[in-house]
């Protein structure tokens, strides 16, 4: 059974910085790809950066040059580093994990909450 655990959310400060980590249990970690997600308050649910079991990484428009996600394959752990945050970064953020980026299984954990300040 698959279980993702975030973690690392709070609240900072426009232009701040935090760094989410998302740990997997019940997986082969290292042949998953793994995604991050956020959902606003009032918004739907959205992708926000994807890694593959390779390396390869994918990000929305709205973070690129801001987020950066990667991969600790022995700590079963996937990071986001989210950097300059801004207000409209304010969300509940999710991990997934599947063979695939798109093509996730398990359900969605609880999430962290993260909530920027002007």
């Known amino acids: 059974q698959v279980q993702l655990v975030e973690s690392g959310g709070g609240l900072v400060q426009a232009g701040g910085s935090l760094r989410l980590s998302c740990t997997a249990s019940?997986?082969?970690?290292?042949?998953?790809?793994m995604g991050w997600y956020r959902q606003a308050p009032g918004k739907q649910r959205e992708l926000v950066a994807t890694i593959t079991s390779t390396g390869s990484t994918n990000y929305a428009d709205s973070v690129k040059g801001r987020f950066t996600i990667s991969r600790d394959n022995a700590k079963k752990t996937v990071y986001l580093q989210m950097n300059s945050l801004k207000p409209e970064d304010t969300a509940v953020y999710y991990c997934?994990?599947?063979?695939?980026?798109?093509?996730?299984?398990?359900?969605w954990g609880q999430g962290t909450q993260v909530t920027v300040s002007s």
């Open positions: 019940g997986i082969i970690f290292s042949i998953n790809a």
């Open positions: 997934r994990s599947g063979l695939r980026p798109g093509q996730w299984s398990g359900s």
